[in-house]
């Protein structure tokens, strides 16, 4: 079965600086791996996603994620972070064949101070 | 389009208790989930359905029950509430599977006194 970790469970960035939330997976194989984003008492929301192909992905808001299969890593990252990223950040990971199912990993809380 | 709907926003219920959360979509999607969210756990899935009439659990399916009768609906049954059932619950919708888009809806927010 598949697993993500999500190390970090809360990060305070300034303002304009960069920013970079840790994902692990475990998987036998290549995984569909996904982050997505929670605003306060909102659903979650699809920030990108990583099926094959180039290990660097572009994702909306600015975002981008690059798949390391050595390292089991599938890190998300922004050159410059604005007040509206404060959020939580949510690793997934789901299997190519049979088993239907996304397992999140626990969330990493996002909080940006001018 | 509306989305992924969900009502109750916010429901208390005492121990006990049966209550089912309801959750539409009107995008035509085939796969649809639910998933209980609690403080350092993120999200769990609790049972999936992969298309009218077909239903199976996730990760944490006990005490809930689902069922999918249309494609457009997939209600939620607690059948007899418990404190460890108070949760914020997310109802998701994607086309076909989930390795695309899966749209949330906003959340039930359960507390069971």
């Known amino acids: 079965a598949q697993s993500v970790t999500q190390p970090d469970i809360h990060i305070t960035v300034s303002e304009g600086a960069s920013l970079e939330l840790r994902c692990n997976y475990s998987?036998?194989?290549?995984?569909?791996l996904f982050w997505y984003v929670q605003s306060p008492g909102q659903g979650l929301q699809l920030l990108l996603k990583?099926?094959?192909?180039?290990?660097l992905v572009q994702g909306i808001k600015g975002f981008e994620a690059e798949f390391k299969r050595s390292q089991s890593s599938f890190n998300l990252r922004k050159p410059s972070v604005h007040w509206s990223d404060a959020a939580e950040y949510f690793c997934?990971?789901?299997?190519?064949?049979?088993?239907?199912?996304?397992?999140f990993g626990t969330g990493t809380r996002l909080t940006i101070i001018p | 389009n509306a989305g992924v709907t969900q009502t109750p926003k916010f429901q208390v219920l005492k121990t006990g208790q049966s209550m089912t959360l309801q959750c539409a979509q009107d995008m035509n999607h085939e796969y649809m989930s639910w998933y209980r969210q609690d403080p350092g756990m993120g999200l769990r899935l609790i049972h999936y359905?992969?298309?009218?009439?077909?239903?199976d659990q996730g990760e944490v399916p006990n005490g809930y029950n689902v069922s999918r009768s249309t494609t457009e609906d997939f209600p939620l049954r607690l059948l007899s509430a418990a404190p460890s059932q108070t949760s914020v619950y997310f109802c998701?919708?994607?086309?076909?599977?989930?390795?695309?888009?899966?749209?949330f809806g906003p959340g039930t927010r359960l507390l069971v006194l």
């Open positions: 998701a919708s994607t086309l076909k599977g989930y390795q695309e888009t899966q749209y």
């Open positions: 990583y099926f094959s192909g180039d290990t």
């Open positions: 359905s992969v298309g009218a009439g077909i239903t």
């Open positions: 998987y036998g194989a290549t995984p569909y």
């Open positions: 997934a990971v789901g299997a190519h064949f049979g088993n239907e199912k996304l397992t």
